[in-house]
């Protein structure tokens, strides 16, 4: 016979996976519905990226591990920052859902040609689109 502490047990344990892989998916996340304005790389970069990864692109270490995007040549392709913005990593946000595909194509853009970052080619929306799921019919 199970009784209802028993119960509650089950829902507290059934419910801890759900909230442990919300807190590993990093310490940020943004309300649903919540959309930055900015539309242009450097005011994204100043507005939303910068908290973490400094102003002047340096990153930082201290409570987290912030890399630095200054002369980073793992930015050398583009599709690796555009993943990492689109859908986020360990304690770097998720920005797909708060960005449309010309704000994050601006962004890594911009952070791709500045702090020591000299690459031509660009991103376009399309080719974010593209990462993103399919829409349902
Ligand atoms: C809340 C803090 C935070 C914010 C805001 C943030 N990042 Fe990050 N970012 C991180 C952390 C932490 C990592 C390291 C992720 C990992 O691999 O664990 C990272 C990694 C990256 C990397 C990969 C660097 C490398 O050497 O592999 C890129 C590119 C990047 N961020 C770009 C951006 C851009 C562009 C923005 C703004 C749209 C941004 N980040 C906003 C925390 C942040």
Redesign the pocket.
């Known amino acids: 016979m199970i009784k209802p502490k028993n119960l509650l047990c089950a829902a507290v344990l059934l419910t801890l996976p759900a909230f442990a892989s919300q807190a590993l998916a ?3 996340s943004f309300s649903r519905g919540y959309t930055f304005e900015e539309r242009d790389g450097k005011s ?2 100043e507005n ?2 910068q ?3 400094m102003a002047d692109a340096k990153g930082a270490t201290g409570a ?4 630095a ?1 200054a002369e ?1 040549p ?2 050398a392709g583009k599709m ?2 555009a993943i ?2 689109l859908k986020g ?5 998720v ?1 797909g859902d708060v960005m449309d595909d010309e704000q994050i194509a601006n ?2 853009n911009y ?1 791709r040609s500045q702090f020591g970052n000299a690459y031509t080619d660009k991103l376009t929306p399309a080719e974010i689109a593209a990462l993103r799921p399919p829409k349902k019919p």
């Open positions: 990093g310490d940020v994204i970069y939303v990226c908290g973490c990864h987290g591990r912030y890399p995007l980073n793992r930015l690796y920052p990492l913005v990593q360990g304690a770097m946000p920005f962004v890594v952070v």
